[in-house]
């Protein structure tokens, strides 16, 4: 069994830690390039959203490697994505791949059976202990705290930086030093050392720096390819930026949805002006902005794939919020054909001027 996966963020490194831990050969596909859009594209509905196609273009790329099973995730939710294991499992079969599928859903919505019979396919395949099996899921869980919170931190304190460059090429190092971590253990050491190492930056807390939450589809925002490294730019500007979309907030959100547990914070903030879950993570994405807008942030960036019909339906209330409440908001809209130059141009633009409202408030020109 090579097992691979698509892309989404950092979560390559919980993945290689969970199979390295389970003794299971995976394939990590090369990181999301123009290659993978153009072939996942090429062999995708016209239609279709951007992340469908992204993930399509791993999964080519993985198979050349040899890969012969594919774990994806589903869902059973109102929008496309819930569609997207269905329609890409019978691309890939009807092209004549080979290949084993793993569909990995809510066992709130297949059931706790088959649930565990699709985990099985996996387990199944490894020899090592049960007692290692759980040690395998667990440093895997670690790994992704772990970036996540270097991640959170780099992003916010790049505003605050003396020497610019210093958090980017921090973060860079340490998910380059991770991958090529010999263990999963290790792997937690070196993201446990950069994570110290954070604290060594010299910053200046005086500082009062722009700062933006990035707010938008879920796979948009998480992966850095699909929004064209935004995160990384937001950090040449030397802007803070929060993003509360993450791979662990996901898992728990998908964890305590059938409690009604889920996300209590953004779904009590977006209650005001959409009380109703219309699938993706539109009502996260208002509530975002919303709370964004009561911590005082400067304003916020949506991000979300051409024809996403959740995020449609949030940039029109993002509109209205953005009027009532005086709180600047842009929209980016990202598909295989966005160019670089005007996106920049754009975000430049934005900072420009949430840098020059701050300005005029901190001393009132
Ligand atoms: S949330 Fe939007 S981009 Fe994501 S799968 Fe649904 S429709 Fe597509």
Known sequence: MKITFPHFGNTHLAAKALFDGLGIECIIPPFNNNEAMELGSKFSPEEMCLPYKIMMGNYFQSIELGADTIILTG????CRFGEYCELQINALKKMGHDLSFIVIDSPF???????????????????????????????????????????SKVHYLAGFEIN????????????????????????????????????????????SPVKIAIVGEIYTVIEPFSNLYIEDKLMDYGVSTIRMLTPIWWIKDALLTPFKLNSLNLRKASREYLPYYIGGHARECIGEVLLAEKENFDGAIQIFPMGCMPEIVSKAILTAISNDKDFPIMTLIVDEMTGEAGYITRIEAFVDMLERRKNNVLYGS
Do not use: W
């Not at 869902?75 to 109102?78: H, R």
């Not at 088959?114 to 020899?127: D, G, P, Q, T, V």
């Not at 290692?132 to 270097?150: D, G, W």
């Open 164 to 207: 610019k460059g210093d958090f980017k090429r921090l973060l860079k190092e340490c998910t380059v030093k991770a991958a090529k971590a010999s263990s999963p253990s290790q792997m937690v050491n070196v993201l446990k050392e950069y994570k110290n190492k954070i604290n060594r930056i010299p910053i200046n807390r005086h500082k």
């Open 75 to 78: 869902s059973c939710g109102p």
């Open 109 to 151: 919505d297949i059931g706790k059976k088959e649930f565990i019979n699709r985990l099985a396919k996996i387990s199944n395949n490894s020899s090592v202990s049960n007692f290692q099996k759980i040690r395998a899921v667990k440093i895997s869980y670690r790994v992704i705290e772990l970036i996540e919170k270097i991640e």
